[in-house]
């Protein structure tokens, strides 16, 4: 009996000892159970200021230094948002050549603000974040948050459209899935960053309302609700500092204000100067070896701003030491977030799951937004012998190109295979019109006359008994295209005239676009039936013969409103000085007008809405139940709306919940977007939709007080289908 108990204690004893010398051996940092600040401070206290300063700067075009000597890794990162972008060369912007870095892509992010639906996001944050986790990223650089300004801007269809509430719905549970893998997302392009015309030195002016009150809250909600751990500076200036080195927007407005702990990266060569970057705010310096496009120099690294020259001022003491010590505190802390967290998943990478979440994104993000009497849609295929599809677009790959969001996909199924594979031999096709060849900066002329493909895609339209048209526009420079903008809000490479030929010869006809951009639309009172199809990745032709058949009911809704012109949007409703800037200034006129917010100012008809999207069912919104007409300041009131498919098949309707103040002391939109609801139903069911009101929601950002204040008074609560589609106005007061 002793000699067992003897036993035991000492076995205990040398496991304790051998615990304890591990425990002791182990430093901190290293230790996965030691919190994180613990683990960051004890990091920060083992480094030399040399390591303290390597940390802040490239190592690579994708990569940032680590610290060798004690194992502390390197960060990588590669572009999003809406696939891994290719390995890309260690020290050009050249692709590397690998044969294993084909990915799935997956839908514009306009496409999945259009979906409306904040579990879509999720999946995509998850889907997309587990490829990143495969192909060893620590940093995703997406999503774009960018907002819709002018439907110019080449970048639109990065981002998740014109209002700010519903970026930052989607934003935020796109942010969280994409973190649960252990990979950062890095938010792009805080903030500004509105148009690629002059993006590197557009010097923007706006006032305090527009700031917090449109361009903000997106950045505000990933950083209080998601917790992002990084954030991409822009390239333009704001109030004549660039955005990557900007003490306002970057030390005073993120991270003191928002409480944003991560790290600040500079889009790549948005640095330009070692005092202004150190001490605005920037954390990792990406991209100067060159201009950030053509030449450099050599040892490169060594001449970026944070790194020989930033070592040497702080050696002087012209910056203080607790400079670095905050960037290397942050960089660190993503490094034990990200690259030596040992819980993170292992990821996965072009499974058949991920294009089934690419496909599902994609059926809910495509558009309805015409579908007249006939009812062209969807389809019936016993009503046609011959379907002519006609369109560059429906062979064209919309994955690569565009810039740095550009793809290589494993796999991209054009609209041309998917309808044949769904309605056979019946499917004809000719091209119709043509564009160039996607080559970066350069707007390449076609190879095909206009002409001739024109009249022979009319001459076939005859001769067809539906025409399916697949146009919109491309990836290439002056599209949807980063460092350019349009140059015009019409269809390029002819097309109005080939939509409007085509739907004289032949009435049935389906026009579908596909783009990240609203564009005029001449045509649009001769053709029957219009689809908004955005960029919609590896299944994109799937997704649109789901919509196109029926086999999927359409629900996606507009993220951004399409105007009936160009002057029609606030941005463009001034000079030069409004937009594109005029020598490099540029001021923000329509203020807080953004979008539908300024066409209901000026009582302008959209051409299509903000909100509106069309469905194969029909929804009857029941009478709207208030707990109260009216609330004090801590209060909340409680709206319920029944809403009952009509029709015969299921489907799933947003609805959504505008809000406006009735005779506000400050000029104010008649109604902004304050709540939304997806909800599915089979036919003939009902469902309750709730909404809570809180004082919050009324809120405006008051530039005396430098605040966000709610005032008494009366409020209207808008609940509709779309932005112009409203089907119950309900009163109430603020106390
Ligand atoms: C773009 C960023 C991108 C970076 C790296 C820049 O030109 O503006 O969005 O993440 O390049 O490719």
Avoid at 348 to 360: I, L, V
């Amino acid at each position: 009996m002793n000699k067992i108990y003897k036993c035991i204690f000492l076995s205990t004893a040398i496991t304790l000892t051998c615990y304890n010398l591990k425990a002791q051996d182990m430093p901190a940092y290293l230790d996965q159970k030691q919190p994180i600040e613990v683990r960051v401070k004890d990091a920060l206290s083992r480094m030399t200021l040399e390591e303290k300063v390597a940390l802040c700067t490239a190592q690579s075009k994708f990569s940032s230094h680590g610290v060798p000597r004690l194992g502390i890794p390197e960060i990588w990162m590669s572009d999003g948002s809406h696939g891994v972008r290719e390995e890309i060369s260690w020290d050009s912007w050249n692709p590397a050549g690998w044969s294993n870095d084909a990915c799935t892509g997956f839908p514009a992010l306009t496409c999945l603000a259009a979906t409306w639906n904040p579990d879509m996001a999720m999946l995509y944050g998850k889907s997309i974040g587990e490829e990143f986790r495969y192909r060893h990223k620590d940093v995703m650089l997406g999503p774009g948050l960018n907002i819709y300004r002018t439907p110019l801007c080449g970048r639109n269809y990065e981002y998740m459209g014109e209002d700010p509430y519903l970026t930052s719905e989607i934003a935020v549970p796109y942010v969280e899935g994409v973190q649960k893998n252990g990979v950062a997302a890095c938010a792009k392009h805080y903030i500004l960053n509105n148009q690629e015309t002059w993006r590197d030195s557009v010097d923007v002016e706006l006032s305090d309302r527009a700031l917090h009150e449109i361009y903000l809250p997106a950045w505000k909600a990933v950083v209080q609700r998601a917790h992002i751990w990084t954030i991409m500076g822009s390239y333009n200036l704001i109030r004549g500092k660039h955005g990557c080195e900007n003490d306002f927007t970057l030390n005073q407005i993120l991270k003191k204000d928002f409480g944003f702990d991560g790290v600040v990266i500079s889009d790549w060569g948005g640095a330009h100067n070692t005092f202004d970057s150190a001490l605005g705010g920037l954390d990792i310096e990406m991209g100067s070896w060159t201009n950030g496009m053509s030449s450099g120099k050599n040892f490169a690294y060594d001449d970026y701003f944070l790194a020989r020259d930033y070592l040497k001022a702080l050696k002087e003491g012209e910056i203080p030491e607790n400079n670095v010590d905050d960037k290397a505190a942050r960089i660190l802390r993503l490094i034990f977030r990200t690259a030596m967290n040992q819980n993170k998943p292992w990821g996965s990478f072009a499974t058949e799951e991920h294009f089934k979440a690419a496909r599902a994104i994609g059926d809910e993000g495509i558009v309805l937004l015409k579908n007249d009497k006939r009812k062209l849609l969807p389809i019936n295929p016993k009503n046609y012998k011959k379907i002519l599809v006609v369109g560059e677009n429906a062979t064209r790959s919309l994955t690569a190109g565009g810039g740095a969001a550009g793809l290589k996909v494993v796999h991209e199924v054009s609209p041309l295979s998917a309808l044949q594979a769904k309605y056979g031999d019946a499917v004809h096709y000719t091209m119709g019109y043509a564009s160039g060849p996607c080559v970066y900066g350069q707007v390449v002329p076609p190879a095909y006359s206009e002409d001739s493909l024109r009249s022979e895609a009319i001459k076939e339209a005859k001769k067809a008994d539906l025409i399916i048209y697949i146009g919109g526009l491309n990836k290439n420079f002056r599209q949807d295209c980063e460092s350019g903008d349009r140059l015009s809000l019409n269809l390029p490479f002819g097309q109005d005239e080939l939509i409007e030929g085509l739907a004289k010869a032949n009435k049935n006809i389906i026009v579908t676009l596909l783009s990240g951009n609203a564009v005029a639309m001449p045509w649009v009172n001769l053709v029957p039936s219009i689809i908004q199809g955005w960029y919609l990745g590896s299944e994109a032709g799937n997704s649109l013969a789901d919509i196109l058949s029926g086999d999927v009911n359409p629900s996606g809704k507009l993220p951004f409103t399409f105007p009936v012109k160009l002057s029609d949007v606030g941005a463009h409703s001034f000079g030069a000085d409004v937009y594109p800037g005029v020598n490099h200034k540029e001021t923000y006129k329509e203020d807080i007008f953004v979008g539908y917010r300024w066409a209901e100012k000026k009582g302008i008809a959209p051409l299509f809405p903000f909100g509106q999207g069309l469905s194969y069912t029909t929804f009857k919104y029941g009478k709207a139940a208030a707990s109260a007409d009216e609330m004090d300041k801590d209060g909340k009131i409680k709206l319920t709306i029944p809403i009952t498919n009509t029709g015969k098949v299921s489907g799933k309707e947003v609805m959504q919940l505008y809000i406006g103040e009735e005779n506000p002391s400050v000029p104010r939109p008649i109604k902004e977007l304050k709540g939304f609801d997806k909800i599915e139903l089979a036919p003939g069911e009902t469902k309750i939709v709730t909404f809570t009101i809180t004082p919050g929601q009324l809120a405006f950002y008051d530039e005396n007080q430098k605040s966000w204040r709610s005032e008494s008074g009366r409020f209207k609560a808008f609940i509709g289908s779309s932005s112009e589609d409203i089907r119950q106005i309900i009163p109430f007061k603020l106390k």
